[in-house]
């Protein structure tokens, strides 16, 4: 198995977007995930994983942040030294009610 770590970045943000989706027979881990707001005003994010996968349980959407406030010119660490593990088709969504840049620090295990 390899591990092999990359970074994904998506700028911009004013609308849900996929920022990351785990591409087939591999699983991640999110090491890190920050949100920038760009703006001169204070805005609110939200960032969802949705996985579709199905082990012994049924997955789903769920946010793992909700309207999170952010300052002007700030950044938020969404999962505050957590680590998210995703399998194969998970992904995640970011959303901003101004614009954000979102940077996505992972390993993929193929």
């Not at 700028?11 to 001169?40: C, D, E």
């Not at 012994?56 to 950044?75: H, K, Q, R």
């Amino acid at each position: 198995m390899a591990n092999t770590f990359k970074v994904k970045t998506k700028a911009g943000v004013t609308s849900l977007a996929t920022v990351y989706t785990v591409p087939g027979s591999t699983t991640t881990v999110v090491v890190g995930l920050i949100v920038g707001n760009t703006t001169s005003g204070a805005i609110t994010s939200t960032v969802t994983l949705s996985s579709d996968t199905s082990d012994t349980e049924t997955n789903a959407d769920v946010e793992l942040l909700t309207t999170g406030a952010i300052p002007a010119y700030s950044s938020i660490d969404v999962l505050t030294g957590s680590k998210l593990v995703m399998q194969t088709t998970d992904y995640l969504r970011v959303y901003g009610s101004g614009a954000v840049d979102v940077t996505l620090s992972i390993m993929e295990i193929t």
